[in-house]
């Protein structure tokens, strides 16, 4: 299994990360599936299964992936009915976050909601009231967790990687800056963050 520790140490004028993975060849992988999404609807996502989380100081974070156009063609003129995603541990707060536009960072948010309840270790599902369209033409599609952290510990779960080019996105309260976990720490993993989509 591969295990992913995140450090964030806030200094002055500067911002520093560590990172330890370690693997064990010897122990045996814990493959937590996501389960079936509710009858007719479809999963958008970069990610496989969950395997891990990885550890986070206290803040504000915000984790997700980003889906282009050519990500969403096959879905195209159906509706983003919920997210489903692995939570670890629970936050001391979290909502679920969707944005239209946007290649480096999200551009134009479209819909946020309070989590108001969720089960640690295992996947949750959230649904989505409001009708958002899945449209090419409105560019990238982004969907994501936005939670705030009092202790340390690992909070939403990732897939054992290698990295999809847009399934580890990350916002950090510490540098308010927008960028993939792999650039940030080196480490190739997905957030087990999916659309659910009503084609």
């Not at 993975?21 to 990610?47: K, T």
């Not at 969720?118 to 967790?145: C, G, K, Q, Y």
Request: a negative charge; hydrophobic letters at 35%.
């Amino acid at each position: 299994m591969n295990h992913f520790q995140l450090r964030w140490l806030a200094l002055p004028l500067l911002l520093l990360v560590t990172v330890a993975c370690n693997r064990d060849d010897e122990e045996e992988e814990v493959r937590n599936y996501a389960p079936s999404l509710p009858s007719g609807l479809e999963a958008l996502h970069h990610d496989t299964y969950n395997v891990d989380a990885p550890v986070l100081e206290p803040g504000l974070y915000e984790q997700g992936a980003r889906f282009s156009p050519a990500d969403q063609q096959n879905l195209q003129g159906g509706k983003l009915a919920g997210i489903q995603f692995y939570v670890a541990s629970e936050p001391l707060s979290s909502q679920v976050r969707v944005y239209k536009g946007g290649t480096q960072s999200p551009n134009d948010l479209v819909y946020s909601s309070n989590i108001t309840q969720l089960n640690r270790n295992n996947w949750n599902f959230v649904s989505i009231p409001d009708t958002i369209n899945i449209a090419i033409e409105d560019n990238p599609l982004w969907v994501t967790i936005r939670f705030q952290v009092a202790t340390e510990g690992r909070y939403i779960g990732c897939d054992p990687g290698p990295a999809h080019g847009h399934g580890d996105w990350m916002w950090a309260e510490s540098d308010q800056v927008w960028s993939r976990f792999l650039n940030r720490t080196g480490a190739s993993i997905n957030w087990n963050v999916r659309g659910a989509v009503q084609p």
